[in-house]
Nanobody, 121 residues
Framework: QLQASGGGLVQAWGFLRLSCAAS????????MGWFRQAPGKEREFVAA????????HYADSVKGRFTISRDNAKNTVYLQMNSLKLEDAAVYYC????????????????WGKGTEVTVSS
């Protein structure tokens, strides 16, 4: 089970940190990822991290602004989002899969419920 949190309203160029708490089968051994879906748009890949945290991948649109990390002792994955833009507004989802490649293909074994990020000008 995956539970995302940390969304909210933020001004453009502000920051937010999303958290995804894993439990049960998803608590260890999985690559983890963040995705987002804006109204009227398809779900898109944002970032992924492998099971031990030494490999990360980012969508070009967030490189240099977002950072994915994980704390396996807490079974939690984070997405630090800095310099937020209006176009970052979306519902953000976390997911777990066997590999980061799977996540980059927007596929996952487990999906969490989303947390909404709203960016105001």
């Amino acid at each position: 089970q995956l539970q995302a949190s940390g969304g909210g309203l933020v001004q453009a160029w502000g920051f937010l940190r999303l958290s995804c708490a894993a439990s049960g089968r998803t608590s260890s051994g999985y690559a983890m990822g963040w995705f987002r879906q804006a109204p009227g748009k398809e779900r898109e890949f944002v970032a992924a991290i492998n099971w031990n945290g030494d490999m990360t991948h980012y969508a070009d649109s967030v490189k240099g602004r977002f950072t994915i990390s994980r704390d396996n002792a807490k079974n939690t994955v984070y997405l630090q989002m800095n310099s937020l833009k209006l176009e970052d507004a979306a519902v953000y989802y976390c997911a777990a899969a066997g590999t980061t490649l799977t996540l980059r293909q927007i596929r996952a074994s487990y999906w969490g419920k989303g947390t909404e990020v709203t960016v105001s000008s």
